[in-house]
């Protein structure tokens, strides 16, 4: 069913997007792997070639960068142009302050990434998939994004963004069989914690601490679910968390 179609995974350097790589490689797809650290992602399509000869692509974007992000596609190899899914999993998030202390760098760089970065890529890859008549947008939001935490405030307000995005996207592509699905996981152990506590280990691994998290091949499965629903099907939004997290703000610890 996924054979042959080109999907790009932003942040596939890690995590979910480097998860999704490894579930959608056996599927046939062809891979276009964008990340800003670009080793990691030529190690993935070096694993996925000689593991599945998958035909991957892999190369740095840092999804910030408007320009860069507009030059990079306008420069993709002609037989890489036509996208037909798009994974934009990118994304960060930078402490657990306070609004009221909060660093500005780190509202930035979440916005910027999180919001402007999935809006870039996502305005140039649509025309091409309305214009083919083929395509499928999946957005990874988060159950951040459903509900705010004490620290959360602008990283759940980016991710609650991404989920009134694809609300309002569905609403402006219907007509077109273009689809549209967001993902809003709950804990995920990836390196989304020492990512957001500045390598800080020991805070990151208190995250998760007294619980099973999520994997990054968890949410890989759930995204593989959704693309391989036949054409008529549109899975809107879909929530998965730890069988021990009941949102947010509500885990239960065995310790
Ligand atoms: P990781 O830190 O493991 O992966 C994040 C990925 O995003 C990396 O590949 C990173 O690559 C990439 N990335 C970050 N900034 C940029 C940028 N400016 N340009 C391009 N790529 C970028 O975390 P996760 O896998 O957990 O995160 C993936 C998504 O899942 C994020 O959107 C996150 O918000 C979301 N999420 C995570 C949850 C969790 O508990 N882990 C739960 C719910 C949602 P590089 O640094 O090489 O650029
Ligand atoms: C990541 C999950 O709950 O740490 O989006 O914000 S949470």
């Known amino acids: 069913m996924l054979a042959g179609q080109t999907v790009l995974v932003t942040g596939a350097s890690s995590g979910i997007g ?3 790589a490894r579930v ?8 276009l792997l964008v990340a800003r650290r670009y080793e990691r992602l030529m190690a993935l399509a070096e694993e996925l070639q000689t593991q599945y ?9 840092d999804v910030r960068d408007r320009l860069g992000v507009q030059t ?5 190899p002609p037989d890489w142009q036509n996208i037909d899914i798009v994974i934009n999993n990118a994304g960060l998030s930078r402490g657990l302050d306070k609004l009221q202390d909060g660093d500005i760098n780190d509202w930035e760089e979440m916005i910027d990434t999180n919001l402007k970065g999935l809006l870039y890529v996502t305005r140039l890859v649509l025309p091409g998939m309305i214009h083919r008549g083929r395509g499928h947008v999946v957005n990874i939001a ?10 959360g405030n602008v990283y759940c307000a980016t991710k609650a963004a991404v989920r009134i995005l694809g609300d309002a996207l569905k609403q402006d592509l219907l007509g ?23 390598g800080d ?10 619980l099973t998290p999520l994997t990054g091949r968890d ?3 759930t995204v593989a679910f959704c693309l391989t629903r036949p054409p008529h099907v549109n899975i809107q939004e879909l929530t998965l968390l730890p069988t021990d997290q009941a949102n947010a703000l509500l885990v239960h610890r065995r310790e």
């Open 142 to 151: 988060s159950i951040a994004g459903l509900a705010a935490y004490p620290g």
């Open 24 to 31: 959608l490689a056996p599927l046939g797809v062809r891979l």
């Open 18 to 20: 480097l998860e999704c």
């Open 201 to 210: 280990t020991e805070r990151a691994q208190q995250v998760y601490r007294g």
């Open 219 to 221: 949410v890989a499965e």
């Open 176 to 198: 077109t069989p273009v689809r549209v699905t967001t993902i809003n996981p709950g804990l995920v152990d990836t390196e989304f914690s020492p990512v957001r506590f500045r």
């Open 53 to 61: 000869k998958a035909s991957c692509f892999a190369q740095a974007l």
């Open 72 to 76: 990079w596609f306008e420069h993709l």
